[in-house]
C-alpha cells in the first residue's frame, strides 16, 4: 500500500519517499504526492530524484494495491530501498484542482439532474448530465461565476460505508459508485454549496477557481447533455 499524502493537503508539492517495487518503468514507493488516474482527474507527472539519478514522471495509476509511478520511455527506475524524492509538476496539477473543484460547483448549480459522466484536463473539463432541457448558458455561467466570487470554504471529511448508505442522496453520479472496502468514504464539502463524495485534488477556497467559462453545451444522446468550462486566465 502507498500512503496517499494528498489525500489530506492537495497542496503538498514534494515528499520523501522509498522505492517499495520496481516493473520495468514504473516504480512504487511507501508514500507520495502524486494524485493516480481516477475520479475523471489525470494523474499527477513531475520528477523523481535520487542520489545517483533523476527521470521524468509522466503518470501516476493505480497498480497491485499502491500507486504505480510511470517514467518516460527509457528511463531506469531507482531500485528497492532507494531515498527518493518526488516532485509534481505543480502547475498542471493546480489547474486540475481549480478544474475539478470547478465542476463540483457547476454539478451546485444543476442539482436537480444526476451526473453521468466527466472528465477533467488543464485546457477544458465537462460534465455529463442526465437531462433532455435546453440550458441558458449565460444564466449557468452567471451562478458558476457567484459561487465562485463568495468565496465558500472547501474542505474534505470522512464517513463511515454506513453513514454513506443512510444517506444516498449524497452521491449524484449515476454509473460511478464511491470505491469501497476502507471502511470510510471521503467527502468534498463546499461550504454551504456541496457535499457529496470524491477522492479528487481541490482547492481550499471557491475564489482559487478563478474566472471559468461555460463551453460548448453537446447533445450526447437523448437523455444527456455535457458542458464543456475552460479556465479563463
Same mark, same amino acid.
Given at each position: 500500500?502507498?500512503k496517499?499524502?494528498?489525500?489530506?493537503?492537495?497542496?503538498?508539492?514534494?515528499?520523501?519517499?522509498?522505492v517499495t517495487?520496481v516493473?520495468?518503468?514504473?516504480f512504487?514507493?511507501?508514500?507520495?504526492?502524486?494524485?493516480?488516474?481516477?475520479?475523471?482527474q489525470?494523474g499527477?507527472?513531475?520528477?523523481?530524484?535520487?542520489?545517483?539519478?533523476?527521470?521524468?514522471v509522466?503518470?501516476?495509476?493505480?497498480?497491485d494495491g499502491?500507486?504505480?509511478?510511470?517514467?518516460?520511455?527509457?528511463?531506469?527506475p531507482p531500485?528497492?530501498?532507494?531515498? %527518493?524524492?518526488?516532485?509534481?509538476?505543480?502547475?498542471?496539477?493546480?489547474?486540475?484542482m481549480?478544474?475539478?473543484?470547478?465542476?463540483?460547483?457547476?454539478?451546485?448549480?444543476l442539482?436537480e439532474?444526476?451526473?453521468?459522466?466527466?472528465?477533467?484536463?488543464?485546457?477544458k +473539463?465537462?460534465?455529463?448530465f442526465?437531462?433532455?432541457d435546453?440550458?441558458d448558458k449565460?444564466?449557468?455561467?452567471?451562478?458558476?461565476?457567484?459561487? %465562485?466570487?463568495?468565496?465558500?470554504?472547501? +474542505?474534505c471529511?470522512?464517513?463511515s460505508?454506513?453513514?454513506?448508505?443512510?444517506?444516498?442522496e449524497?452521491?449524484?453520479t449515476?454509473s460511478?459508485q464511491?470505491p469501497?472496502?476502507?471502511?470510510?468514504?471521503?467527502?468534498?464539502?463546499?461550504?454551504?454549496v456541496?457535499?457529496?463524495?470524491?477522492?479528487?485534488t481541490h482547492?481550499? +477556497?471557491? +475564489?482559487?477557481v478563478?474566472?471559468?467559462?461555460?463551453g460548448?453545451?453537446?447533445?450526447?444522446g437523448?437523455?444527456?447533455?455535457?458542458?464543456?468550462i475552460?479556465l479563463?486566465?
Amino acid at each position: 500500500m502507498t500512503k496517499e499524502l494528498f489525500r489530506d493537503d492537495s497542496y503538498l508539492q514534494s515528499c520523501d519517499a522509498t522505492v517499495t517495487a520496481v516493473n520495468g518503468n514504473v516504480f512504487a514507493v511507501d508514500q507520495t504526492v502524486f494524485y493516480p488516474l481516477g475520479g475523471g482527474q489525470p494523474g499527477d507527472t513531475g520528477a523523481v530524484r535520487w542520489d545517483s539519478g533523476t527521470a521524468k514522471v509522466v503518470d501516476a495509476r493505480y497498480a497491485d494495491g499502491g500507486i504505480g509511478h510511470i517514467l518516460e520511455d527509457g528511463a531506469t527506475p531507482p531500485p528497492v530501498g532507494t531515498s %527518493v524524492r518526488l516532485e509534481i509538476d505543480w502547475d498542471r496539477r493546480y489547474r486540475h484542482m481549480r478544474m475539478h473543484t470547478a465542476m463540483h460547483l457547476l454539478g451546485a448549480v444543476l442539482k436537480e439532474y444526476g451526473v453521468t459522466g466527466g472528465n477533467i484536463s488543464e485546457a477544458k +473539463s465537462r460534465l455529463d448530465f442526465d437531462m433532455q432541457d435546453t440550458v441558458d448558458k449565460e444564466a449557468v455561467g452567471d451562478a458558476l461565476a457567484r459561487l %465562485v466570487a463568495e468565496d465558500h470554504a472547501v +474542505s474534505c471529511r470522512w464517513v463511515s460505508e454506513d453513514e454513506l448508505d443512510a444517506n444516498p442522496e449524497l452521491v449524484r453520479t449515476m454509473s460511478v459508485q464511491p470505491p469501497r472496502g476502507k471502511g470510510t468514504i471521503r467527502l468534498l464539502e463546499i461550504d454551504g454549496v456541496d457535499l457529496q463524495p470524491c477522492g479528487g485534488t481541490h482547492v481550499r +477556497s471557491t +475564489s482559487e477557481v478563478g474566472a471559468v467559462r461555460i463551453g460548448k453545451v453537446e447533445k450526447k444522446g437523448r437523455q444527456n447533455r455535457r458542458i464543456n468550462i475552460h479556465l479563463d486566465d
